[in-house]
């Protein structure tokens, strides 16, 4: 089991700009999906980026205005959010598959994943 620690979370004004870190305590195979989810206050959680070897995947509401990338050096997983919106405002959480599920992530809450705590993000109009 990883333990996977998110910052970088806060507040900020619509149009502005933070970039979530997700610092895992063991070595994640490239090959696994690493993910960025989010859950605002009444909704489910959904996916909102993915990375592996292979590819990245985005949720329609992040293309164009977030991007995920993976420094390897330092076992961490950002998330590049520009263009902020109210509607991004939620509770954003890192998780990683624990095996290999296929060349194409996807964003879903089921599978055997770990999960962080969670880094709050909330956008002003």
């Known amino acids: 089991q990883v333990q996977l620690v998110e910052s970088g979370g806060g507040s900020v004004q619509a149009g502005g700009s933070l970039r979530l870190s997700c610092a895992a305590s063991?070595?994640?195979?490239?090959?696994?999906?690493i993910y960025w989810f989010r859950q605002a206050p009444g909704e489910e959680r959904e996916g909102v980026a993915a990375?592996?070897?292979?590819?990245?995947v985005y949720d329609d509401s992040a293309k164009g205005r977030f991007t995920i990338s993976r420094d390897n050096a330092k076992n961490t997983v950002n998330l590049q959010m520009n263009s902020l919106k109210p509607e991004d405002t939620a509770m954003y959480y890192c998780a990683a598959d624990r095996a290999y599920r296929g060349m194409t992530c996807r964003m879903e809450i089921s599978g055997n994943k770990d999960w962080g705590q969670g880094t709050q993000v909330t956008v002003s109009s």
């Open positions: 063991a070595y994640i195979p490239r090959s696994n999906c």
């Open positions: 990375i592996n070897s292979y590819s990245t």
